[in-house]
């Protein structure tokens, strides 16, 4: 190799980044210095200030730059109604579907002992908190369908349960505008034990 | 959206890398933000130090960080034989075959007076200068076979032919370990044209 030690330095970066080979680094490194250097101080500046200026929301663990994410901060949300999510990009996902206007609860993970994520590490002792509280009145499991997704589902059941406060789990079944026959048999086994009478 | 104004920046400045839409730019910012806060700072780093920090080698228009790049600083190189590139990334490629000891002028694009790049873009007035001092005994064109390379491969041969430089073109033809029936039939053409004895 014969890049400048610069050069190799911020190719060597960029591959810190998912899905990004050395291949697509050295195409990332050489894009912006030759031709995008103001990008390249601009994704700097913002890269830094993200790194060190976000942070949790001390109330649904979501990324915010202030003590509350805009979401908690927002009067119109409902606080009794709250959405578990494994993640920040889960919770893009529900917002888009544009039907829900309660508050959310972010793990930032799932149930996972062996990696060492625990109760704790998801923020599920604030949780628990939040639950005796006694200002929630239901808990939407939006979790997801593998294994560590239904561990988390049922641990956070037995905290609500135990706090008196109902859980409703989001629906599993077909997916809007597919084909039956691409459905998984998984899917379509519990999409037929949830079926609904048929109204129009 | 409902991101915190510093994480839309963030994923918006990725974008400006090359292969890098909203998505692979949310999941990088995600990524970086729950488990890679020094990778980014990092790579933040390393960005505005290349942004400022690299700039063309006076010799041969290459990266570098001082005045002349590592290739042209490398007193084994032979100064009477220079490599005709397109791009730094073309630099490699033929560092990489093992082959080559001379050294290289990189024109950091190829003509194309439709977007505004004349022969100036390209240095090639640096480049006559070398040639008409007299150190340079052979020009190699590694330019690619796409129009503007074509053209750009004519316009340096002229300049050469002008200054009594001899001027050499790597090799078209079939390319190492591939089937015959997955080549083009214009690069079969160029091959079957330039066929030559065989010997063992």
Chains 1, 2 share one sequence.
């Not at 060597?12 to 103001?38: I, N």
């Not at 409902?78 to 508050?103: H, M, N």
């Not at 077909?174 to 949830?194: K, Q, S």
Request: aromatic fraction near 4%.
């Amino acid at each position: 190799m014969k890049h400048p030690p610069l050069v190799e330095t911020l190719i060597e970066a960029f591959t810190c980044l998912p899905g990004v080979g050395p291949r697509s680094a050295q195409r990332m490194a050489y894009t912006l210095l030759e031709r995008g250097r103001d990008d390249g101080r601009a994704l700097s500046a913002a890269l830094s200030q993200a790194m060190d200026g976000v942070r949790q929301c001390k109330r649904c663990r979501n990324y915010a730059e202030e003590e509350l994410c805009p979401i908690c901060q927002d009067p119109r949300r409902d606080p009794g109604l709250v959405c578990i999510v494994a993640s920040p990009a889960d919770v893009l996902a529900v917002e888009q579907s544009g039907e829900y206007r309660g508050q959310y609860f972010v793990l930032m993970g799932q149930l996972s002992p062996l990696d060492g994520i625990g109760p704790r590490e998801l923020g599920l002792d604030v949780l628990e908190a939040r639950l005796n509280e006694g200002e929630i009145q239901e808990l939407i499991l939006a979790t997801g369908t593998t294994v560590e997704g239904e561990a988390t589902a049922h641990y956070v059941l037995d905290l609500a349960r135990e706090a008196g406060v109902n859980v409703s789990r989001i629906a599993q079944g077909v997916p809007m505008g597919g084909d039956l026959e691409f459905v998984d048999g998984a899917t379509l086994a519990h999409a037929l034990r949830g079926r609904r009478p048929f109204s129009t």
